[in-house]
T-cell receptor
Framework: GQQLNQSPQSMFIQEGEDVSMNCTSS?????WLWYKQEPGEGPVLLIA?????ELTSNGRLTAQFGITRKDSFLNISASIPSDVGIYFC????????????FGKGTKLSVKP | GAVVSQHPSRVICKSGTSVKIECRSL??????MFWYRQFPKQSLMLMAT?????????EQGVEKDKFLINHASLTLSTLTVTSAHPEDSSFYIC??????????FGPGTRLTVL
């Protein structure tokens, strides 16, 4: 099925560093969602974005809905070991019955 | 709020048997639920959209007779993998939609077919 372009594919960072990842698409989305998935678990919703240009924070996480509606980024500030996991972006188009299109994920590793 | 459960969390079965996986929204009603499949180190792939009281909508390439979906109530959807074979081994994840803009995922079910 169709997927979004998510980058980077993986990141190895030191504890305390900031992290940035993004997703791009050739088509417009009306909703962008960011999820975190840990091994053997289902994805957990981190941030939901509903409006172009919207910037939303959730603790140390900040995400933005691109003004063109074709991209979104997620930033994590001052990373900690428990931030380890795979982060997925997901986009939803209006009238798609809620169907999400997922990025391939960004695997984050944090070195204490 | 917005908790979705799945049962069982892990199942091992013999080839040829059928396996039923339940997905429940615990604290909200979900007119629509979704079933995904995830292979190791890959993203989630949508299998089907489950609508309460009507037939599921399957994605291209997903056999509807193989993966039976029933959405009998606003809080329960079931996926039955019929006549399972080793290639059906995977991580199956459901999600539920309290509104049209957000989906909450269950913890997943690891299916291993011997």
């Amino acid at each position: 099925g169709q997927q979004l372009n998510q980058s980077p594919q993986s990141m190895f960072i030191q504890e305390g560093e900031d992290v940035s990842m993004n997703c791009t698409s050739s088509s417009i989305f009306n909703t962008w969602l960011w999820y975190k998935q840990e091994p053997g678990e289902g994805p957990v919703l981190l941030i939901a974005l509903y409006k172009a240009g919207e910037l939303t924070s959730n603790g140390r996480l900040t995400a933005q809905f691109g003004i063109t509606r074709k991209d979104s980024f997620l930033n994590i500030s001052a990373s900690i070991p428990s931030d380890v996991g795979i982060y997925f972006c997901a986009g939803q188009r209006r009238g798609s019955q809620g169907n999400l299109i997922f990025g391939k994920g960004t695997k984050l590793s944090v070195k204490p | 709020g917005a908790v979705v459960s799945q049962h069982p969390s892990r199942v091992i079965c013999k080839s040829g048997t059928s396996v039923k996986i339940e997905c429940r929204s615990l604290d909200f009603q979900a007119t629509t639920m979704f079933w995904y499949r995830q292979f190791p180190k890959q993203s989630l792939m949508l299998m089907a959209t489950s609508n309460e009281g009507s037939k599921a909508t399957y994605e291209q390439g997903v056999e509807k007779d193989k993966f039976l979906i029933n959405h009998a109530s606003l809080t329960l959807s079931t996926l039955t993998v019929t006549s399972a074979h080793p290639e059906d081994s995977s991580f199956y994840i459901c999600s539920a939609q309290p509104n049209t803009d957000t989906q909450y995922f269950g913890p997943g079910t690891r299916l291993t077919v011997l």
